[in-house]
């Protein structure tokens, strides 16, 4: 189960879920319809409540198959979600004709929001309106947590842009411009 609050700036979620008014308070459960909390009150006891109703697991018998959802796998409910040994192959990895932009920070702390909103812009307005050829997807990758990973990349400061192509051999580019939408 996944909630969260849409505002009139998210237009990729105003988008998706035809929001009409503003705050919005969805909750989203497996296949089923995304469920809008109608109450005027977004405290947490009253949001409590609404969820609540919705909480109960069920078990069912039988041979059925275990779905992992983004509960377990929290990055896949993340915009820009970090990049780790064991989201690599939601985020970017096993996804074949995708250029993997990296947002490489010295530590999960330091991300700077302004840079994410500006990565947003660009997948928002730029990768939204590219329909055929390379796809794009975007991740934050901590250097202190993946020191591994990030040293490959050979970077003299951090933070840093880094476009990483995601088939079968890795190949990458250090973005050398200023951390902006309209340098990328």
Not at 55 to 63: D, H, L, P, R, Y
Not at 131 to 155: R, V, W, Y
Request: aromatic letters at 14%; one cysteine or more; charged letters at 25%.
């Amino acid at each position: 189960m996944e909630f969260g609050y849409a505002r009139s700036t998210d237009a990729a979620l105003v988008k998706k879920y035809k929001v009409k008014s503003f705050p919005a308070f969805y909750m989203l459960k497996g296949a089923d319809a995304p469920k809008l909390y109608d109450g005027e009150d977004f405290t947490y006891q009253h949001l409590f409540d609404f969820i609540n109703v919705y909480s109960e697991t069920f078990v069912f018998g039988g041979n059925q198959e275990v779905k992992e959802s983004g509960a377990t796998k929290a990055w896949l409910s993340e915009r820009i979600p970090f990049m780790s040994k064991d989201s690599g192959n939601d985020v970017c990895f096993s996804k074949d004709g995708t250029l993997c932009v990296l947002y490489v920070t010295p530590c999960r702390h330091s991300v700077d929001q302004a840079v994410i909103d500006e990565m947003t812009t660009v997948k928002d307005e730029f990768v939204s309106k590219v329909t055929k050829g390379i796809q794009f997807t975007f991740a934050k990758l901590s250097a202190h947590n993946e020191p591994a990973f990030t040293d490959i990349f050979n970077l003299a400061e951090k933070p840093a842009f880094v476009i990483m192509n995601a088939g079968k051999r890795k190949r990458f580019v250090v973005h050398d411009g200023p951390l902006t939408a309209e340098s990328l």
